[in-house]
């Protein structure tokens, strides 16, 4: 004995169709290799990790900053 208020209401609409967009037509990509994969890893870590240079001020910006 199910009421109106069991029902799953997130389920109430169908999911929309997919976008064609996300459907590659063609030639599927090649894997990468082990060592592209690694060159990729400690490129992606490097490059979340190393600060980024800052621009040197001039004396005359940091006295205008104070």
Do not use: F, I
């Amino acid at each position: 004995m199910s009421s109106h208020r069991d029902v799953d209401h997130a389920l109430a609409y169908p999911e929309p169709p997919p976008s064609p967009l996300w459907h590659r037509t063609g030639r599927k990509p090649r894997p990468l290799t082990p060592g592209e994969q690694q060159d990729n890893c400690e490129l992606l870590l490097r490059a979340q990790y190393t600060p980024r240079p800052r621009s040197p001020r001039t004396a005359k910006a940091r006295t205008e900053a104070r």
